[in-house]
């Protein structure tokens, strides 16, 4: 019997292989980086001692208590609730968009009540069913709320109007007529004390798993008994129908004394501004004391051949390509694709997670049966 291959160590390639490994099936992980634990990848940074997230702010959150209870089995959760913050226009506003900020915006004291009746008067109520970005906001929120926090960070963010984006996009953020300014609504969120990486290698910490650095799926030679692909499904295929589209991400790193912006994330909607946000990551960690700090200022692309994928685009033309990769993908039979690259979708981690051990029962049921 041959071992089982996952390629790519992050969440995705770690939890198959952990659950395979404890149905006592011999695994091996690849990955091409020099560290597991994929975009969620945190260090030290060696001049100032914050934890980074290397590849931009991961935070932990979901409804799913089989995903909650699994990650709190491999590492220590610490409270954390995401309050972000956006600039517009001079000032600075609540995200997401809820009673202060409309308030703030529009100079007003709404209760709840009068504000949802009053966000209703300006939306575009006889939009049943949005279709794009743009509907979806035009509906909820209105022309002005629209404009000032979503338009121009979108139009940085994808690099396209929000007329040609899904609305699911938007469906990601709340708009609540409270004062509740929690980033997201699922009852479980925290960040990891010691960061993700450790969680990543604590679910790699088992007999039955080899994990293998600087390692590409391309090179490899030993035969397996099947693949568990979490590199990009374009690549698989050696890119022979074309590449699937995503946007990058760049970071200009700075290091200051102190305190530089007073929170994690704070967001500039305007388009005129060339970044989206800027992370200060000491923020994500406030039960350590740092009298340094160090900050992410984050541009979006489009990426290109040698750049990191991050955001899937998954525009019509995008939709085409990935149904011919997929069907293409369904005729083979050693090799199960996973995860946001292997399936092309903008997931979450508590998402990839909940799907990583979907497919691990699934594949252990079928080796049963
Ligand atoms: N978005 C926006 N303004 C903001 C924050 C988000 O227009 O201030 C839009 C943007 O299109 C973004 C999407 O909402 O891609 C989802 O935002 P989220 O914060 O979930 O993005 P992530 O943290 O995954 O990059």
């Given at each position: 019997m041959g071992r089982i291959c996952l390629v790519g160590a992050g969440f995705s390639g770690a939890v198959i292989a952990r659950q395979l490994a404890e149905a006592g099936l011999p695994c091996l992980v690849i990955d091409e980086r020099d560290h597991p634990a994929g975009n969620c990848h945190t260090e030290r940074d060696a001049q100032t001692g914050v934890l980074v997230h290397r590849y931009g702010p991961h935070i932990f959150h979901t409804g799913d208590d089989r995903v909650w209870d699994y990650v709190n089995r491999f590492g220590e959760f610490m409270p954390f609730v995401n309050r972000v913050k956006t600039t517009v226009g001079g000032s600075v506003y609540l995200l997401p968009v809820n009673l202060h900020t409309i308030n703030q915006f529009f100079g007003k004291t709404f209760s709840p009540a009068e504000a949802r009746a009053f966000i209703e008067s300006r939306a575009s109520m006889d939009i049943e069913d949005p279709q794009s970005f743009e509907e979806q906001a035009l509906r909820f929120v209105g022309p002005e709320l629209y404009k000032a926090f979503f338009h121009g960070y979108t139009l940085k963010?994808?690099?396209?109007?929000?007329?040609?984006?899904?609305?699911?996009?938007?469906?990601?953020?709340?708009?609540?007529?409270?004062?509740?300014?929690?980033?997201?609504?699922?009852?479980h969120q925290g960040m990891p004390r010691h960061g993700y990486t450790p969680i990543v290698e604590a679910i790699l910490d088992h007999p039955l798993i080899e994990t293998r650095l600087k390692a590409r799926w391309e090179d490899q030679t030993e035969t397996f008994d099947h693949v568990f692909y979490s590199g990009p499904l374009d690549r698989w295929f050696g890119y022979d129908l074309g590449r699937l589209g995503y946007r990058t991400l760049d970071f200009e790193a700075e290091r200051a004394e102190g305190d530089f912006q007073g929170c994690a994330v704070m967001n500039y909607g305007d388009p005129d501004v060339p970044f989206t946000r800027i992370s200060e990551h000491k923020h994500f960690a406030p039960w350590e004391e740092h009298d340094k700090t160090i900050v992410f200022r984050e541009y979006s692309r489009l990426c290109g051949a040698d750049d990191i994928p991050y955001y899937p685009i998954r525009l019509l033309d995008e939709k085409k390509l990935l149904t011919q990769y997929e069907e293409r993908a369904a005729e083979l039979d050693g090799v199960t694709f996973v995860g946001r690259l292997g399936t092309y979708q903008y997931l979450d981690m508590d998402v990839t997670i909940g799907l990583a051990l979907d497919a691990a029962e699934a594949f252990l049921a079928r080796r049963a049966a």
């Open positions: 963010q994808w690099g396209m109007e929000p007329t040609r984006l899904p609305a699911s996009i938007l469906k990601r953020l709340p708009l609540r007529f409270n004062y509740d300014d929690n980033y997201f609504n699922h009852p």
